[in-house]
């Protein structure tokens, strides 16, 4: 489910790496606290082995095979923050390397499977592992980790592509970006990774982790204070419920859903509408003044880009100038 | 007499609870000194001097080295700098030492971290280079390298530091002819210009041309002998119980021989 | 001499041929694995060499050649229009023609992407999707009307073509970079530091746990004499998956100890290898120009 460039709006990628910054940075200073200076060799080595597991194919009923993402095993075993890091690397270098998935829409991504996925698997894993279970309850309650985790991923990345039509059409109805709605997405992702993915998932999952556990139950991550706070779960129901009320179109919470989403998308454009004006104040007449024919007015635009680029590569000199590493 | 470069006091280290990694260790090293510790596989060699390059630290005991004793704070601080640029140490596996994108960059790691002057590291990058006869590999990337390659790659990452000290674990462990003969002639001219080379081995040839002193780790951890390579050497029986060589028989027709193997040993009783 | 004992079995020697196997059974997941891990090896390790090569793009300091193509990249997701699109499209095209990349190999880079999002994208031509004005009616009959779509036809064309154009991009610059230079040019982005240095310790590490994962299957495929059942399968890719972990966290404890062996103690320090010139700012210029023009459209 790595998403592709192109496929999601501007505005989306923008918001979505903008949301990615505060999990980026807390998560690199919560390593740092608890590794010191061993986090780079181990972020890495944990990023290495996440990609390598993704490239596996894993045997499922049926005789065919297919690929997991491993959010939930690479959780388990660094602990989520450590996890977040090394997937978001792992997933830096799948969208460099091979073209799966997207640099602009490297923000969506990691916010799905490097963010959504190892936090919903590894509480979902605690819940699960509560009480000691035997062995079986055991491989159930990883299992379920890694399935619901990815359903949870694969509900988001419905939403993202599946506001598109909503939010980035142009006036005579023509959608500019993945064209389909979220009455689409949604179901569509949910039908293939209820029944398809989420099954591989769960079974990759619970192979890897049961196998650790029984071998060296040391190698899985131990949290330091109870994991189950409560904060938390808060947290999660809140993430899951509000993308569910959009579903409950009409009702009172389905309204309050839609809205609080709207208006958090439509805060970027109307930032992005602001500095256009700010530009047109300085650009005395953006079209100058006199010059209204199109022909001319296409001059204007010429002529302003040019003018706006030398200014920005201007200050870019001056800069590396000034701070000289 | 001078102080000695590293003083080691009843130093003992345990893996976790149960498994003793060294039990008891007393020894010196003058400067300028050649020593081979030799050991059966897990005798503890490695961990031996892992402690002396202060990447470990002993459990009981102490170690002490260029003048300062050896704990986790110390070598946090300023010591720090001073002690890495002074000892180096050449892992057994090159994979592990080779993790920069550049054979180049790879080389100017060690002097870069210790905040040596942008043009003098590029300086000695290119002597470095120059030396160990790999200025080709300049650009290279570590998965385009042969095994003999990284091998001269990870030591020229030590020797860019130029450290007085060479702790090397097991160096010629995987290396084809070729590059051990290269490896000996380095650390022969090494030795010449007064550094100390410290060797965890179980290569018996490079022993005997190279050290001038040898220290012999038992199975049971602890040190049972420590004198000239041409004594200790001929001391077959201790050998054969530290299970550092071991003896067969075989027949030449009707002719029985029986004769003692090490890795690299020399038939010598034919 | 010791004597080994060798059990009777061993001693049997056949020069009997194989009477009864199948040829070309169905390829299990070990077999598709080999495969994977054998094309990323090729694809890794014996690039198209274009890096070397003295055109365009290959003469431009690597951060702003990174620079320039990103902007490039968020000038193609802002336009609206196919014939601006198609516009950038031949820019990009001029570019790698200009940094002697061939067409064809771009193409093979971009073609997957866009296969499949040709075929994803397909029902949204239709008004069940994307209603509009009718342009090719498929039947009409009472209330049921399935038609093609101006918008959905002009909806699929410009998505086709942004990603097109957004994945030959990328592609061109991973093309005319060498890794070691993509992750240097990174260093100047506003990232971390930690995460550049991370990000290409990840890309040398994988390439060595790649080895123990090829290893394994090909040792596994050796053994095979007949299929292996869904739980064998299970149990043994489970305890793979467990070597590599190990060797992982293994490898990761050994090389802190080599890099603080060399003396790092937590804070990376690099060099700066590059120098902008002149035509590096030229380069970006031209970029965010194409950029601006982009924005007021």
């Known amino acids: 489910m790595h998403i592709p460039d192109g496929y999601l709006s501007p505005k989306t990628c923008g918001v979505l790496y903008v949301a990615m910054a505060p999990i980026w940075y807390l998560a690199a200073r919560k390593v740092q606290k608890a590794l010191h200076a061993k986090q780079i060799p181990l972020l890495a080595l944990g990023a290495a082995f996440t990609f390598v597991i993704m490239m596996f194919n894993i045997p499922i009923p049926g005789g065919s095979t297919g690929h997991m993402v491993g959010g939930t095993v690479v959780a388990c075993v660094l602990g989520p923050w450590a996890a977040v890091i090394s997937l978001s690397l792992a997933l830096t270098i799948q969208a460099l390397l091979f073209g799966d998935g997207g640099i602009t829409t490297l923000g969506a991504n990691c916010f799905n499977m490097a963010f959504i996925m190892p936090f919903v698997g590894y509480y979902i894993y605690h819940v699960g592992m509560a009480g000691s279970p035997g062995q079986k309850r055991r491989w159930v309650a990883i299992a379920l ?147 209204d024919s199109p022909v001319k007015s296409a001059f204007g635009y010429v002529i302003s880009a040019a003018l706006g680029s030398s200014i920005i590569v201007l200050i870019i000199y001056l800069a590396g100038k000034i701070w000289k590493r | 007499m001078t102080e000695p470069i590293f003083n080691i006091e009843r130093v003992s280290y345990r893996y976790g609870d149960k498994h003793i990694g060294l039990k008891d260790i007393n020894m010196q090293v003058q400067n300028g000194e050649s020593l081979a510790i ?152 090494l030795k010449m210009v007064k550094k100390t080379i410290i060797m965890a081995t179980h290569d018996l040839s490079i022993v005997e041309d190279l050290a001038d002193r040898v220290v012999v780790l038992s199975e049971e951890h602890t040190i049972v002998e420590d004198g000239r390579p041409d004594e200790v050497l001929r001391d077959k029986d201790l050998l054969l119980k530290v299970n550092i060589i071991h003896e067969h028989t075989h027949r030449h027709g009707d002719i029985v021989h029986i004769h003692s193997h090490g890795p690299f040993a020399r038939h010598d009783e034919h | 001499m010791e004597k080994v004992n060798i059990p009777e079995w061993l001693k049997k020697t056949g020069d009997d041929f194989c009477p009864s196997c199948a040829v070309g059974r169905g390829k299990g997941f070990v077999e598709k694995n080999i495969e994977a891990i054998a094309s990323f090896i090729k694809e890794v390790l014996e690039p198209e060499g274009f890096a070397n090569k003295n055109g365009l793009l290959q003469q431009i300091d690597p951060r702003a050649r990174l620079l320039g193509i990103l902007l490039f990249m968020v000038t193609a997701a802002l336009l609206k229009g196919v014939v601006p699109i198609i516009v950038l499209l031949s820019l990009v095209i001029l570019m790698a023609v200009a940094s002697r990349v061939n067409a064809m190999i771009l193409l093979k880079r971009a073609l997957p992407v866009l296969i499949f999002t040709f075929f994803l994208v397909l029902p949204a031509a239709f008004n069940f999707i994307t209603p509009g004005a009718a342009v090719v009616t498929i039947f009409k009959w009472d209330a049921f009307y399935l038609y093609i779509s101006k ?129 590096d700012y030229v380069w970006v210029g031209f970029s965010i120009f194409i950029l601006l023009l982009a924005v007021q459209m």
Not at chain 1, 168 to 176: E, F, K, M, V, Y
Not at chain 1, 191 to 200: A, D
Not at chain 1, 236 to 256: C, D, H, N, S
Not at chain 2, 105 to 111: C, K, M, R
Request: glycine share 10%; aromatic share 10%; hydrophobic share 50%.
């Open chain 1, 145 to 291: 980790a890694g399935y619901i985790a990815i359903n949870m991923t694969a509900l988001a990345a419905a939403i993202e592509l599946g506001i598109q039509p909503i939010i980035a059409s142009s006036p005579d109805g023509r959608p500019l970006y993945a064209p389909y709605p979220l009455s689409v997405t949604i179901p569509v992702m949910a039908v293939s990774h209820l029944l398809f993915f989420g099954p591989i998932e769960a079974i990759g999952t619970a192979m890897v982790v049961s196998y650790v556990f029984k071998t060296n139950e040391a190698m899985l991550y131990k949290p330091a204070a109870n994991p189950l706070k409560p904060l938390w779960i808060g947290l999660a129901i809140l993430i899951i419920l509000t993308p569910l009320g959009l579903l409950a179109q009409g009702t009172a919470w389905g309204e309050w859903a839609s809205e609080e989403l709207k208006s958090i998308l439509g805060y970027a454009p109307e930032g992005l509408r602001r500095l256009e004006g700010l530009w047109a104040n300085m650009m005395p007449g953006y079209n100058f003044p006199g010059w």
């Open chain 2, 38 to 189: 030799l050991g059966a596989n897990g005798s503890g060699k490695s961990t031996l001097l892992k402690i002396m390059a202060g990447l470990v630290f002993p459990e009981d005991g102490s170690i002490t080295a260029l003048g300062k004793t050896l704990t986790q704070d110390i070598l946090t601080g300023d010591f720090a700098g001073f002690f890495r640029s002074k000892v180096g140490f050449v892992f057994q596996e090159p994979e592990v030492q080779i993790f920069c994108p550049t054979v180049w960059d790879e080389i100017a790691f060690g002097p870069l971290q210790l905040g040596i002057e942008r043009s003098e590291v590029i300086q000695r990058v290119d002597d470095t280079l120059d030396m160990l006869g790999i200025k080709a590999l300049r650009d290279r990337q570590p998965h385009h390298l042969s095994g003999g390659e990284k091998k001269k790659v990870a030591i020229g990452a030590v020797l860019s530091l130029n450290p007085d000290v060479l702790l090397l674990d097991e160096p010629t462990n995987g290396l084809d002819p070729r590059t051990q003969v290269w490896l000996f002639e380095l650390l022969a001219g």
């Open chain 3, 151 to 279: 918008q959905g036809l002009e909806g699929i064309a410009v998505f086709l073509l942004r990603v097109g154009t957004m994945v030959s991009l990328l592609s061109l610059f991973m093309l005319t970079t060498s890794y070691p230079d993509v992750f240097r040019a990174l260093q100047s982005f506003p990232i971390p530091k930690l995460f550049v240095t991370a990000l290409s310790m990840t890309f040398r590490y994988i390439m060595v746990l790649i080895k123990v994962a090829e290893d394994s299957h090909l040792a596994r495929k050796a053994r095979t004499i007949k299929p292996l059942t869904l739980k064998q399968g299970h149990g043994w890719l489970a305890s793979r998956i467990w070597l590599i972990l190990e060797r992982s966290l293994e490898m990761a404890a050994d090389v802190y100890l080599a890099m603080t062996a060399r003396g790092f103690n937590g804070d990376v320090k690099t060099m700066r290898v590059f120098e902008m010139k002149g035509r």
